[in-house]
């Protein structure tokens, strides 16, 4: 899953990159209004994490309300200082799905996003399940028929987003929007590198029905049909 982070306090962003990245996630940092702005409407991201005092422009309100106008609904987490009541409400009338106060902890930052993320797909819960396969989001743990299967962190970022699209062809294009960041360099066979990877993990081992498929031409899909 790929977020971006819009935080003018480099010590800030950056720490929230490193923290993110080591949960999987591909994560995007800018530093001000215009930067940020240009991202969230040019590339795929599945979640915003929005400091509220942006340099630039406008500020972080201003620019959630600019990507709700243009008909984005990519879930907005604010990360502010200010932590009045007044503060929280403008910031969720703007069109922010959350508000998070610093100085925060980590791990409810963590929760926060994961929470969020399991919004988009309305059924999805924590645990997401294709046949006998299983993916904790809280845990980030897999297993298939009751073993567990190790993963990096890139092949548990390719599996989750194929698992919360299951049945659904994703085209390469999709599958390196998702799950790698802006700044990654992804060659043109990396993610058929990825998927054979994931293959030799998930489906040889094991005795039972295919789970990751090839649609040629179209990209690739998680589901028990072909």
């Not at 299983?134 to 092949?155: F, M, N, W, Y």
């Not at 293959?199 to 649609?215: A, E, M, N, Q, W």
């Amino acid at each position: 899953m790929r977020i971006l982070v819009l935080e003018d306090d480099k010590k800030i962003a950056k720490a929230v990159q490193k923290g993110l990245g080591q949960e999987s996630y591909a994560v995007d940092v800018a530093y001000d209004y215009d930067e940020g702005l240009g991202l969230a409407l040019t590339q795929d991201y599945d979640l915003l994490i929005v400091d509220r005092m942006l340099p630039g422009s406008l500020d972080g309100v201003e620019l959630i309300k600019r990507v709700r106008k243009e008909g984005m609904h990519v879930p907005v987490l604010i990360l502010t200082a200010r932590d009045k009541v007044p503060d929280r409400v403008e910031g969720l009338n703007s069109g922010a799905d959350d508000y998070l106060v610093k100085p925060f902890a980590f791990e409810e930052l963590d929760a926060r996003v994961k929470a969020l993320l399991r919004r988009p797909k309305g059924s999805l819960g924590e645990v997401l399940e294709v046949s006998d396969l299983t993916l904790d989001t809280g845990k980030s743990t897999v297993s298939r028929a009751g073993r567990q299967i190790p993963l990096s962190r890139t092949e548990y970022a390719l599996l989750e987003y194929l698992m919360r699209n299951r049945d659904i062809v994703l085209s390469k294009e999709s599958i390196i929007a998702h799950v790698w960041d802006f700044d990654a360099d992804v060659l043109p066979n990396t993610v058929e590198v990825y998927i054979g990877y994931l293959r030799s993990k998930i489906d040889k081992p094991f005795k039972g029905k295919k789970l990751i498929h090839t649609v040629r031409g179209f990209g690739y899909k998680i589901g028990e049909r072909a």
